[in-house]
């Protein structure tokens, strides 16, 4: 009987077959167990011999099942930190990484570029009303200008007031003024529509405005700063630029900068060559735009000024339509996106 039991135990492959062994063996109705019961009809000196002896099988068999029970768990566990082990010199899988946006990446640097001149960034809504877009920057009711900028409007409310998208970051100017004791000096980045779609233009796009309030701020501030900031953008020792009187009904007197550039093939080179390109609207501050937020413009003056963000992207990077900025093509993307 013994050695039938412990070739069964040796041959149990798992913890199921070794406890069916077990209960065979050492069950109430086991192989062993019935031998046990035996020993009470026995005389007492059969039961003097048998007594030991079937009480050594009894515990070499336990043992043997312990031992196999063991060996078992044992190899389970082998098992199991074979097949979980972590190869730590596999090679990382190539997991696809996000690019930054062109239009992210430089309303960053141009953030980075006025705040270390001493600049703060502040932000105002996408849905304006007439008032912060237009009025109190000074066109006139029926004005064209109001026209000129393709504007996207609400349906009336029941007021009657029309909000829209605004056309421009300038209402930014006016909530500002509104709330803000000068000295001001700000930035403000942000989405700004207008109803237009082609190659260097679509429905949406990012300016960023940018806004000084002082007392006796001047003309040579505005060049100054705008000269600074084209020349750290565009990485460049010297640059020549220059002032083309222009209007807009917040400013006066108002001007476009222009940045002296040559074209060498598609590449677009800036600092350098004969062409002259148009980057950014500016000028003083109206005083009529100053009255309108309660400054008095014989107390303060400022300069203003707008620039179009997608269009420094594509200038800077070679980018050569506007529109496949917002047609979320990943390729795109991968092709003119930045690593973080
Ligand atoms: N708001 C003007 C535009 O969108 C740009 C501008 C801003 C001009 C500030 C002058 C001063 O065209």
Redesign the pocket.
Same mark, same amino acid.
């Given at each position: 009987l013994e050695s039938d039991l412990l070739a069964r135990i040796g041959a149990a492959d798992t913890g199921a077959a070794l406890e069916e062994v077990r209960v065979s063996a050492l069950g109430k109705k086991g192989a062993v167990s019935e031998k046990m019961k035996t020993l009470g009809k026995m005389s007492p000196e059969e039961r003097k011999e048998m007594g030991p002896a079937l009480n050594g099988l009894k515990t070499r068999i336990a043992e043997a099942i312990e031992t196999k029970k063991a060996e078992l768990e044992a190899a389970a566990l082998d098992a199991r930190l074979a097949s979980e082990k972590v190869d730590v010199t596999l090679p990382v899988r190539p997991e696809p990484k996000g690019k930054i946006h062109p239009v992210s990446q430089v309303t960053e640097e141009i953030i980075a570029i006025f705040s270390a001149m001493g600049f703060d960034v502040a932000e105002g809504p996408d849905i304006e009303d007439d008032f912060h877009n237009f009025t109190a920057l000074n066109f006139p009711p029926d004005h064209p200008a109001r026209e000129m900028h393709d504007t996207f409007f609400f349906e009336p409310k029941e007021d009657g007031q029309r909000m829209l998208l605004r056309?421009? =970051?300038?209402p930014v100017?006016i909530r500002t003024m509104m709330t803000q004791k000068p000295p001001i000096r700000i930035i403000i980045p942000g989405r700004?529509f207008r109803c237009d779609s082609d190659q260097t233009h679509t429905p949406m796009f990012h300016?960023v405005?940018?806004?000084v309030i002082d007392k006796e701020t001047h003309m040579g501030h505005l060049k100054g700063v705008l000269e600074a900031f084209v020349k750290t953008f565009f990485e460049l020792d010297d640059v020549k630029t220059r002032f083309r009187p222009h209007f807009?009904p917040? =400013?006066e007197p108002?001007a476009e900068m222009d940045v002296q550039y040559e074209r060498v093939g598609n590449e677009v080179r800036f600092g350098q060559g004969e062409k002259w390109m148009e980057i950014?609207?500016?000028?003083m501050v109206h005083p009529n735009v100053l009255k309108n937020c309660g400054l008095d413009p014989d107390e303060y003056q400022g300069f203003?000024?707008?620039v179009g963000v997608d269009r420094l992207a594509m200038l800077k990077y070679g980018i050569p339509d506007l529109r496949d900025f917002f047609t979320a093509d990943a390729r795109w993307l991968e092709h003119y996106g930045f690593d973080a």
């Open positions: 056309t421009h =970051t300038s100017q700004t300016q405005e940018g806004l807009f917040f =400013t108002s950014l609207g500016c000028g203003a000024f707008g």
